[in-house]
Nanobody, 124 residues
Framework: QLQASGGGPVQTGGSLRLSCAGA????????TGWFRQAPGKEREFVAA????????DYADSVEGRFAISRDSAKNTVYLQMNSLKPEDTAVYYC???????????????????WGQGTQVTVSS
């Protein structure tokens, strides 16, 4: 059971760190992804990390501002979000899957295990 937390209100330029607890490596292709969904918009990819070698991918919109990391001992994945913008406002979800190749990491329909989401609101 994935549990996302750490969201909340923040001003433009501020930072938040999201946590996704309950990730448990089940295969060498195990990956955890962060996605977000703003009202009226489709769910979009934010970042993903491989549990086998730590490879990371980011959406262009967050590259250089967000950082994804994992703590194997705690079965937790983090998303450090810096220089937040109002357009980052969304519900953020974490998801895991044990079968994906890297080219599929950004596709939310490919993940089979989802957390409940945490709201991030960035005010201008």
């Amino acid at each position: 059971q994935l549990q996302a937390s750490g969201g909340g209100p923040v001003q433009t330029g501020g930072s938040l760190r999201l946590s996704c607890a309950g990730a448990k490596r089940t295969s060498w292709r195990y990956v955890t992804g962060w996605f977000r969904q703003a009202p009226g918009k489709e769910r979009e990819f934010v970042a993903a990390i491989s549990w086998s070698d730590g490879t990371r991918d980011y959406a262009d919109s967050v590259e250089g501002r967000f950082a994804i990391s994992r703590d194997s001992a705690k079965n937790t994945v983090y998303l450090q979000m810096n220089s937040l913008k109002p357009e980052d406002t969304a519900v953020y979800y974490c998801a895991t899957d044990g079968t994906l190749i890297r080219s599929s990491w950004s596709n939310p329909t490919q993940y089979d295990n989802w957390g409940q989401g945490t709201q991030v609101t960035v005010s201008s």
